[in-house]
């Protein structure tokens, strides 16, 4: 198992350049992400955790099922994790701030919502339409580091104590566990100081224990106050990312712009930090975790702030080369220079980072919810697929989604056991029916979680960088967020609409054949050569994806009811003193494989148990060329178009970019493809012959880094069926290559 | 308007600058035994087969419903093309990039590209043509006027394996070049290497100085071999010639360009 500790690995007199120890930490890394894929590995971010076996934590429960709940138990399990949690030390390396797991994943499975809470009649809506409520979930927002770097963790703790004293015992037991949990933070980091700096003492090579000597005196200073140096400051992001992790997993970074440049500024023009540091501490940053980050976009004047320090970003990952998640935010004006060498890296690395964001899309969308254009642009790509306004919105982002091809399997299943109408307008009539039913229902139990969450999961860590929550005493769910985005994810619009689509051309349109006949080869699950001789004939519809085709005005129509039933949830819960938004999305995360295992046949041809489209992506063979344009077209035209994203999940080969002119060509399809009204674009450079090798021998490849959905992964920490998806993808955009 | 279309294929990336929507023509004059689109070499539409589509319903002659068995063209409007061509026209202005016109041989349907070609620059899209130049100069003179860019083969410099590998004599499509460099349209003159047939450096060398010395010429093109016409060959149940041929590796192409590096103003480029 791995090792926690890396001193005295080097000879006294060696010598290391930054390139040197970025080449050496990222070997380690490989190497470590061998382990964890070898230990079962997992089909989500890599999350920077570390494999050991020093340290195992058993919960403390609260609760007779075994599980924590609520502000005291949550904070005692946290604060006695952070006690005895061990310092992983790596003489190269920047940064100590390694996590090892995440406390909210010690419950027993099955535990998480408080059972004093529950929820029957709406888990019976959410199991007829395979909805997943997001009740239960947590820290799918963003904290604003900011806070953290104004105040520093002793001024966050004097804070509390001073509200603590204004409030009454109402708050006290909010106030009582974040001041525990921010003196045991103070205390393990100040511990981490006190350790490193004796390993600094210890370590035989004189230029790494000068490294651990000042990272030690870096962390006894910043375990109270707020960072200084822009050092300090990547540090101290480091350390509220590992500890974020371990209470709930929650972390995300921010416009890397906003909260370093003015630490890069001040220590250059102090003559105390030069590029090749910055360039350094960076990679160690990206190094320790994969957490999301926004670069370039426009400022507040709508003036492009692509600086030096965005062009080090990229810089410090391409050195780096691992799985990263940074977000470019696009707009007109950006420099164009820096867009071109992101596209660059992109190709010539292929590890699915950078991605693309729209600046108009999402602005514009976001100010049709009534805000203002300056909140609008401060929303930052921090997840996924989602965005946040750092330290100010609660959103759910991610955790809240409604598989509408399931949707469509109750419509339709009611359509054929009655003897009314038989047709898609019939059918669609009644997919509006059920569409409402599940959607108030999702409104509903969000409404549910937002009431009762903290009597489950207080986000004890996040709320401490939210712009006054801390004045307020509450939890970011009651009432501690100034803004409440709830985001509301369709999933399937790929599987409704071509299966409505194929319904109108074959039945109604074309008479190959009758409902009942369909229905009969549906339930067969298309068996046998005639059934798949009809199977055929369906698949062979007129598809989303296609061009405005058929398949493409049923999306279009089914996102245009799905955005209008979401809206309506704001009505519904316009009382609610938090004053509540509801935004749509469409987005599957990688439940794809989830949300289609108990969906039957439907009559797009897909088989009973088959995946789901990707996110608001077509199915696969949605046209003979797969044509990127065509695809893209698609998705742009089904956004929803309220500040939240229906993203493009894009498979590109690496060789049609393997010159300046077919690198011009990516910049102007990534440029158009934001242009025509999507929102985010998550791209992949895959070469599809060694995807198919690694798909094989995972570990033949231990180094290759896919993009799954909205985020990365290293490609051999991936299930078999996970890994199966990314394939398939690949292979229904550049089928001769997977020949 | 109406022509016989085998494809009309969108986000094309090596027909021409920037992201293009190429269109292919059935019918082609040439009988080029490597032709990696075999099945737009007939006039008329003709039947193709995948037998690894097929299902094996036998029930071919209610129609397939499994794409096994297709035509492999249809007759296509000029406003057919244009509702997919117009579709990617952000992509095109911010790349640089428009139709093609391919095939087969565009100008067997002159009339047909001219009519596109008027379409397309009513809504402000570039057009250009991929041409083997081979038919009368007065045939094709009109349609290589309407086009924003030419892109020409030659395939072969010596006359005799020119007649033998396609069929037809290749000093009319010398001479066309020659008049087409005088038209003031941007051209690029390309040679599919084709091993053992034209990958040598005694076929390209010629070629290049030849169009070295015209005007308006971009830049010649080396179009590495395509092996994708094998399949293809076997939907049409025609035997593959080129079967197990590789495209030509790294180091052959970076020694084709180094040969050609000595011409001046020429720019090369292996696609």
Aim: proline residues 4%.
């Amino acid at each position: 198992m791995g090792k926690i500790r890396f001193i005295n690995e080097f000879a006294a007199d060696r010598t290391f350049t930054y390139d040197e120890r970025i080449a050496l930490l990222r070997a380690r890394k490989i190497s470590q992400t061998e382990e964890k894929a070898r230990a079962g590995g997992a089909d989500e971010d890599d999350y920077g955790l570390i494999e050991q076996d020093e340290f195992r934590y058993t919960l403390k429960p609260n609760h007779p099922n075994g599980s924590i709940y609520g502000f005291k138990a949550w904070s005692e399990n946290y604060c006695a994790i952070l006690d005895r949690h061990p310092i992983y030390v790596d003489a190269l390396d920047a940064f100590a701030a390694k996590g090892f797991f995440f406390l909210e994943r010690l419950r027993p499975p099955g535990t998480k919502w408080n059972p004093d809470y529950a929820y029957p009649d709406l888990q019976a809506i959410f199991d007829r339409y395979q909805i997943i409520s997001g009740i239960d979930n947590c820290h799918h927002f963003t904290p604003d580091l900011q806070i953290g770097f104004d105040r520093g963790w002793g001024g966050i703790l004097a804070e509390l104590k001073e509200e603590r004293a204004r409030h009454d015992e109402s708050h006290h037991e909010f106030y009582d566990a974040e001041i525990a949990v921010v003196e045991h933070v103070i205390a393990f980091i100040r511990r981490a100081g006190e350790e490193i700096l004796e390993l600094s003492r210890i370590e035989r090579n004189a230029q790494l224990a000068e490294n651990l000597r000042t990272m030690g005196e870096i962390d006894l200073r910043i375990a109270s106050e707020p960072p200084k140096t822009f050092r300090e400051a990547v540090q101290w992001s480091c350390w509220f990312s590992m500890l974020s992790r371990t209470y709930n997993r929650g972390s995300a970074g921010g416009q890397l712009e906003d909260l370093f440049n003015p630490f890069y500024e001040r220590d250059v023009a102090a003559g105390t930090l030069t590029d090749d540091e910055a360039v350094f501490y960076l990679a160690c940053m990206f190094l320790q975790d994969s957490r999301y980050w926004q670069l370039s976009g426009p400022d507040a004047n709508d003036e492009d702030r692509t600086c030096h320090l965005s062009y080090l970003a990229l810089d410090a990952a391409n050195r780096l080369n691992i799985a990263t998640n940074l977000t470019i935010r696009v707009h007109d004006r950006i420099d164009r220079a820096f867009f071109r060498k992101s596209v660059e890296l992109l190709f010539k690395n292929r590890q699915g980072w950078p991605r693309y964001s729209s600046d108009k899309a999402l602005m514009e969308g976001f100010m049709r919810c009534g805000y203002p254009k300056e909140l609008a642009r401060r929303r930052v790509a921090a997840g996924c697929h989602w965005m946040c306004i750092p330290g100010m919105e609660y959103t759910m982002n991610d955790t809240v989604k409604i598989n509408i091809a399931m949707v469509f399997e109750v419509a339709w299943n009611e359509m054929m056991s009655t003897e009314g109408e038989r047709s898609a307008e019939a059918l669609w009539k009644l997919y509006g029916k059920h569409l409402k039913i599940a959607v108030d229902a999702t409104g509903r139990g969000v409404m549910h979680h937002l009431n009762y969450q903290t009597k489950s999961q207080p986000e004890l860590i996040l709320n401490l960088m939210q712009h006054g929550l801390v004045k307020k005493g509450v939890n970011i769910t009651d009432g501690g967020a100034n803004y409440y985005n709830i985001c509301i994810d369709a999933a399937g619009i790929a599987v409704a609409a071509d299966s409505f689509a194929a319904v109108e051309q074959r039945i109604d349109r074309e008479g190959k054949l009758t409902f009942a006949e369909l229905k009969r080869h549906m339930d067969a699950n298309y068996e046998g050569v005639d059934g798949e001789r009809v199977r055929q004939l369906m698949l062979h519809s007129e598809r989303y994806g296609g061009g405005d085709s058929l398949g493409d005005r049923w999306a279009v129509r089914i996102s245009r009811l799905w955005t209008g039933l979401v809206r309506d949830l704001v009505r519904q819960h316009a009382g609610d003193f938090r004053h509540v938004n509801f935004i749509p999305g469409l987005f599957s995360w990688s439940n794809t494989i989830l949300l289609g295992s108990i969906l039957k046949a439907t009559p797009n041809g897909r088989k009973a148990g088959e995946p789901i489209n990707h996110g608001a992506n077509p199915n696969g063979g949605f046209r003979a060329d797969g044509a990127v344009t065509a695809m893209c077209n698609s998705i742009a035209a089904v956004q929803p178009g309220y500040g939240n994203t229906a993203p493009v999940q894009l498979e590109v080969d690496p060789q049609i970019a393997n010159d300046p002119e077919g690198i011009d060509k990516m910049c102007a399809m990534v440029m158009g493809i934001i242009k025509s009204g999507n929102t985010l674009l998550n791209i992949n450079i895959i070469d599809a012959r060694r995807i198919l090798e690694a798909h094989k021998d995972p570990f033949r490849y231990p180094d290759l880094v896919v993009r799954v959905t909205g985020f990365t992964a290293f490609f051999a920490m991936l299930s078999p069926k996970f890994r199966q998806l990314v394939v398939d993808r690949v292979k229904s955009v550049n089928p001769e290559a997977c020949r | 308007m109406k022509a016989f279309v085998t494809d009309v294929q969108r986000f094309s990336l090596n027909d021409g600058p920037g992201i293009r929507t190429t269109v292919f023509l059935q019918g082609c004059n040439m009988r080029c035994d490597w032709c990696h689109n075999p099945e737009t070499i007939p006039v008329r539409p003709v039947e193709m087969f995948y037998k690894d589509r097929c299902i094996g319903c036998g029930k071919c002659a209610e129609g397939c419903t499994a794409a096994a068995r297709t035509m492999s063209s249809r007759e296509m409007t000029v406003e057919d093309v244009m509702f997919q061509v117009r579709q990617d026209k952000l992509y095109y202005d911010e790349s640089g990039g428009g139709v093609t016109v391919s095939g087969g041989e565009p100008s067997l349907h002159a009339d047909f590209v001219e009519a596109l070609a008027d379409a397309c620059h009513a809504e402000g899209i570039k057009i250009a043509v991929e041409t083997n130049m081979s038919l009368p100069w007065a045939q094709i003179d009109p349609m290589l006027r309407k086009m924003d860019l030419i892109m020409c083969d030659l395939k072969l410099n010596a006359t005799v394996e020119h007649m033998k590998h396609t069929g037809l004599d290749n000093q009319s499509i010398f001479n066309s070049i020659g008049r087409a460099s005088k038209l003031g349209i941007p051209m690029i003159v390309r040679t599919p290497l084709i091993p053992g047939v034209t990958d040598s450096e005694d076929n390209i060398k010629p070629i290049a100085e030849y169009i070295a010395k015209m005007d308006n010429i971009v830049r010649y093109e080396l179009l590495n071999f395509n092996p994708l016409g094998g399949s293809k060959r076997e939907a049409l149940q025609e035997r593959d010639a080129y079967d197990g041929v590789k495209p030509l590796p790294p180091e052959s192409l970076d020694a084709l360009k180094r040969a050609l590096a000595g011409i001046r103003g020429l720019e090369i480029k292996v696609v």
